[in-house]
């Protein structure tokens, strides 16, 4: 029976997008404004709502893409990159250059799972992270 709903889960989920996202865990994303030709870098948080996990073993993979103007040190990291990934919460830290002034758009996309007990819910996130260049 649980397996069953678990798989009901996916499918609801696959329909609906990453609106049903926030029902199993926060996604956030931020970065400080920065200076053109300056290092600086963004952070993606996940921490799972109440009574589930982080997915240990699932293959999590953050993509992200750099809007004109902006050059990223790596587009793409996996579970093993991140610089905290616990059942309780995760975080990226994605690094990146600004070449001209103005604001600036990341997008990206975000894939782990979340677990409750042995059911396991795989989750996309949308990521955007607005940074202002000055």
Same mark, same amino acid.
């Not at 678990?6 to 329909?15: E, K, P, Q, V």
């Not at 073993?57 to 953050?62: A, G, Q, R, S």
């Not at 992200?64 to 990934?85: C, I, L, N, W, Y």
């Given at each position: 029976? %649980?397996? !069953?709903?678990? #798989? ?23 970065? /400080?404004?920065? !200076?053109?030709?300056?290092?600086? !870098?963004?952070? #993606?948080? #996940?921490? /799972? ?9 699932? /293959?999590? %993979?953050?993509?992200?893409? =750099? ?6 040190? %790596?587009? =793409? @990291? ?28 990341? !997008? ?9 007990? =042995?059911?396991?819910?795989? @989750?996309?996130? %949308?990521?955007? #992270? ?5």
């Amino acid at each position: 029976m %649980k397996r !069953t709903l678990a #798989i009901a889960a996916l499918l609801f989920i696959g329909s609906v997008g990453t609106a049903v996202a926030g029902t199993y865990a926060t996604v956030t994303a931020s970065a /400080p404004a920065t !200076t053109v030709n300056v290092r600086s !870098t963004a952070k #993606i948080s #996940i921490v /799972p709502s109440s009574g589930f996990r982080l997915n240990m073993e699932y /293959p999590t %993979k953050l993509v992200m893409v =750099a809007p004109s103007g902006v050059t990223m040190e %790596k587009a =793409a @990291q996996v579970r093993a990159e991140a610089v905290k990934f616990e059942e309780a919460s995760a975080e990226f830290v994605v690094a990146f250059t600004a070449s001209s002034v103005g604001k600036k758009t990341l !997008t990206g996309e975000l894939k782990y799972a979340v677990c409750k007990a =042995a059911d396991c819910i795989p @989750q996309t996130a %949308k990521v955007a #992270i607005n940074v202002d260049v000055k």
